[in-house]
């Protein structure tokens, strides 16, 4: 029997440690799993889960994979261990929902406002962008913004070590739309974690914008996944946020990588809206 423990930054947890304890409980060979807080919904799987405050750094999984996640894991065509005892849980299936229901079809937009080695955000979507964003998809489909929280504890989302937040303005330009939904107005409406919340939108959604790292979140829900990466950070040429990355493996979603925000939205927008939306 396999006790998995996942301390790690969320993207590991999800690209590593869920489809290893996801497929162990296929095989009837799952013990138990220990996460972070607000975890379960990733491992809704898991008879035996504990959630405990902590945090692996460095990671765990750099230890486990040595070089080859330094590598590897950033490559378009991805890490060895996808080929065996990997299994990745079915989340658009599991959290496919009534409750979460428009009158349009939703358009997620993921966005993060946390530094990044050490500075300002990268891989993240500023004011001017998002509101382009929503100005061109908001009479089509029912724009919900998922950005964790300003108080991550009310709602049982944990950060990870060392993580800082800053005002990137995303606030300001949702109160200009009243149309878009923000996560934290239906977080205030039930008694969900920030997560369950998260994987029931995006899972009754097929068309999904997210900066590179979060991404890997989206791309476990199908559809289209367009990621935006920075053209000049280190993570610039990481070939895993690329078209066409081994993030398609987690649930058959098709990725669309960027490293300019008008590509990025025009390319959405001539697969998304109908020409004479465009």
Not at 191 to 219: R, W
Request: one cysteine or more; hydrophobic letters at 30%; aromatic letters at 14%.
């Amino acid at each position: 029997m396999i006790d998995i423990e996942a301390f790690d930054e969320f993207g590991y947890i999800l690209w590593y440690y869920a489809p290893v304890a996801y497929d162990a409980f296929l095989k009837n060979n799952l013990s138990s799993t220990k996460s972070k807080i607000g975890s379960k919904p990733v491992f809704y799987f898991s008879d035996n889960h504990l959630e405990e405050n902590k945090h692996f750094d460095p990671p765990i999984l750099a230890k486990i994979l040595t070089e080859e996640h330094n590598t590897a894991c950033y490559n378009i065509q991805g890490p060895k261990f996808v080929n065996d005892n990997w299994s990745p849980p079915p989340f658009k299936e599991f959290y496919k929902n009534d409750e979460y229901t428009y009158t349009k079809p939703i358009l997620t937009i993921n966005n993060k406002n946390t530094k990044e080695w050490m500075t300002h955000p990268h891989n993240y979507f500023n004011s001017e962008i998002l509101e382009k964003i929503i100005k061109s998809f908001e009479k089509d489909y029912q724009i919900v913004y998922i950005r964790p929280p300003d108080n991550p504890d009310k709602f049982k989302l944990q950060r990870d070590n060392g993580q800082t937040t800053v005002d990137i303005g995303d606030k300001e330009v949702l109160k200009k739309y009243p149309s878009v939904i923000d996560i934290e107005t239906l977080l205030s409406q039930t008694d969900k974690n920030y997560n369950e919340v998260q994987f029931m939108i995006l899972s009754n959604s097929e068309h999904h914008i997210t900066p590179a790292g979060d991404a890997v979140i989206p791309s476990y829900f199908g559809g289209d996944v367009f990621i935006y990466n920075c053209p000049n950070c280190m993570s610039k040429d990481r070939g895993v946020w690329k078209t066409g990355s081994w993030l398609e493996k987690l649930s058959g979603s098709k990725v669309y990588g960027y490293n300019d925000y008008e590509k990025l939205l025009n390319d959405s927008k001539n697969m998304w809206l109908h020409p004479s939306r465009r």
